[in-house]
Protein backbone atom coordinates (compact mmCIF):
# COMPACT_ATOMS: atom_id res chain seq x y z
CA UNK A 1 0.00 0.00 0.00
CA UNK A 2 2.92 1.98 0.07
CA UNK A 3 4.03 1.79 -2.95
CA UNK A 4 0.25 3.02 -3.70
CA UNK A 5 0.77 6.15 -2.00
CA UNK A 6 4.23 6.99 -3.41
CA UNK A 7 2.64 6.31 -7.12
CA UNK A 8 0.61 8.57 -6.40
CA UNK A 9 2.30 11.41 -5.47
CA UNK A 10 4.86 10.86 -8.58
CA UNK A 11 1.81 10.89 -11.00
CA UNK A 12 0.23 14.10 -9.03
CA UNK A 13 3.66 15.88 -9.23
CA UNK A 14 4.21 14.95 -12.54
CA UNK A 15 0.72 16.03 -13.82
CA UNK A 16 1.02 19.73 -11.89
CA UNK A 17 4.96 20.02 -13.47
CA UNK A 18 2.88 19.72 -17.22
CA UNK A 19 0.06 22.06 -16.66
CA UNK A 20 1.30 24.29 -19.39
CA UNK A 21 0.96 21.41 -21.79
CA UNK A 22 -2.67 20.43 -20.75
CA UNK A 23 -5.08 19.92 -23.93
CA UNK A 24 -7.56 22.19 -25.00
CA UNK A 25 -10.39 19.70 -23.72
CA UNK A 26 -9.64 20.73 -20.11
CA UNK A 27 -10.53 23.06 -17.78
CA UNK A 28 -7.94 26.06 -17.03
CA UNK A 29 -5.03 25.19 -14.60
CA UNK A 30 -6.48 21.78 -14.86
CA UNK A 31 -3.86 18.25 -15.99
CA UNK A 32 -5.54 15.81 -17.88
CA UNK A 33 -6.00 12.57 -15.84
CA UNK A 34 -4.95 9.29 -17.08
CA UNK A 35 -7.79 7.10 -18.13
CA UNK A 36 -8.24 5.27 -15.22
CA UNK A 37 -8.96 9.01 -13.22
CA UNK A 38 -10.88 10.48 -16.32
CA UNK A 39 -14.06 10.11 -14.50
CA UNK A 40 -12.95 12.11 -11.65
CA UNK A 41 -13.79 15.78 -11.92
CA UNK A 42 -11.06 18.23 -11.74
CA UNK A 43 -11.86 19.48 -8.55
CA UNK A 44 -11.19 16.10 -7.01
CA UNK A 45 -8.04 15.32 -8.29
CA UNK A 46 -6.60 18.71 -6.71
CA UNK A 47 -8.28 17.48 -3.53
CA UNK A 48 -6.05 14.19 -4.03
CA UNK A 49 -3.06 16.15 -4.16
CA UNK A 50 -3.49 18.37 -1.39
CA UNK A 51 -4.27 14.66 0.68
CA UNK A 52 -1.39 13.78 -0.30
CA UNK A 53 0.42 16.90 0.86
CA UNK A 54 -1.05 16.99 3.82
CA UNK A 55 -2.67 19.83 3.59
CA UNK A 56 -3.42 22.94 3.43
CA UNK A 57 -7.40 21.80 3.40
CA UNK A 58 -10.09 25.04 2.74
CA UNK A 59 -12.21 23.68 4.78
CA UNK A 60 -12.23 23.16 8.48
CA UNK A 61 -13.93 19.18 8.35
CA UNK A 62 -11.36 18.02 6.20
CA UNK A 63 -9.36 15.26 7.42
CA UNK A 64 -12.17 14.88 10.20
CA UNK A 65 -13.27 10.74 11.13
CA UNK A 66 -15.50 9.50 8.45
CA UNK A 67 -17.64 6.40 10.61
CA UNK A 68 -19.34 4.81 7.41
CA UNK A 69 -22.48 4.61 9.00
CA UNK A 70 -24.04 3.39 5.47
CA UNK A 71 -21.71 0.48 5.81
CA UNK A 72 -20.68 1.07 2.08
CA UNK A 73 -17.09 0.89 2.19
CA UNK A 74 -15.37 -1.95 4.18
CA UNK A 75 -15.57 -2.39 7.86
CA UNK A 76 -12.15 -0.60 9.55
CA UNK A 77 -11.53 0.72 12.49
CA UNK A 78 -13.87 3.54 13.62
CA UNK A 79 -10.83 6.30 12.69
CA UNK A 80 -9.45 4.57 9.68
CA UNK A 81 -11.66 6.64 7.18
CA UNK A 82 -11.07 10.32 6.91
CA UNK A 83 -13.53 12.35 4.65
CA UNK A 84 -12.57 15.79 2.40
CA UNK A 85 -14.49 17.99 0.64
CA UNK A 86 -13.97 17.95 -3.20
CA UNK A 87 -15.14 21.58 -4.44
CA UNK A 88 -18.45 22.18 -6.81
CA UNK A 89 -18.00 24.97 -8.83
CA UNK A 90 -20.98 27.53 -8.13
CA UNK A 91 -21.89 25.50 -4.78
CA UNK A 92 -21.80 28.09 -2.16
CA UNK A 93 -21.91 25.37 0.51
CA UNK A 94 -19.77 22.39 0.82
CA UNK A 95 -21.58 20.49 -1.90
CA UNK A 96 -22.25 16.82 -1.82
CA UNK A 97 -18.98 15.48 -3.60
CA UNK A 98 -16.46 13.53 -1.02
CA UNK A 99 -13.24 11.59 -1.23
CA UNK A 100 -13.03 9.35 1.49
CA UNK A 101 -9.04 8.62 2.44
CA UNK A 102 -8.11 5.43 4.39
CA UNK A 103 -5.57 4.76 6.34
CA UNK A 104 -2.87 6.48 8.07
CA UNK A 105 -1.19 7.53 5.89
CA UNK A 106 -3.94 7.19 3.48
CA UNK A 107 -3.67 4.38 1.53
CA UNK A 108 -7.04 3.95 0.10
CA UNK A 109 -9.48 6.82 -1.64
CA UNK A 110 -12.94 6.51 -2.42
CA UNK A 111 -15.13 9.18 -4.33
CA UNK A 112 -18.90 10.11 -3.81
CA UNK A 113 -20.34 12.38 -5.62
CA UNK A 114 -24.27 11.98 -3.86
CA UNK A 115 -22.80 12.99 0.03
CA UNK A 116 -22.53 9.27 0.92
CA UNK A 117 -25.03 7.43 -1.09
CA UNK A 118 -22.69 5.99 -3.11
CA UNK A 119 -18.71 5.40 -3.82
CA UNK A 120 -16.63 4.48 -6.20
CA UNK A 121 -13.00 3.13 -5.57
CA UNK A 122 -10.13 5.39 -7.32
CA UNK A 123 -7.68 2.87 -8.77
CA UNK A 124 -4.08 3.14 -7.77
CA UNK A 125 -2.13 4.93 -10.80
CA UNK A 126 1.26 3.24 -12.22
Not at 7 to 33: E, M
Not at 43 to 48: C, F, K, M, P, R
Not at 64 to 89: A, I, K
Amino acid sequence: MRRLTQTFVVFLLAAFALLPACSRDAPPGTASAPSELAWLPPEALSTLDLIQRGGPFPYSKDGTTFFNREGLLPRQSRSYYREYTVPTPGERTRGARRIVAGGNPPEVFYYTADHYRSFRRIPETR
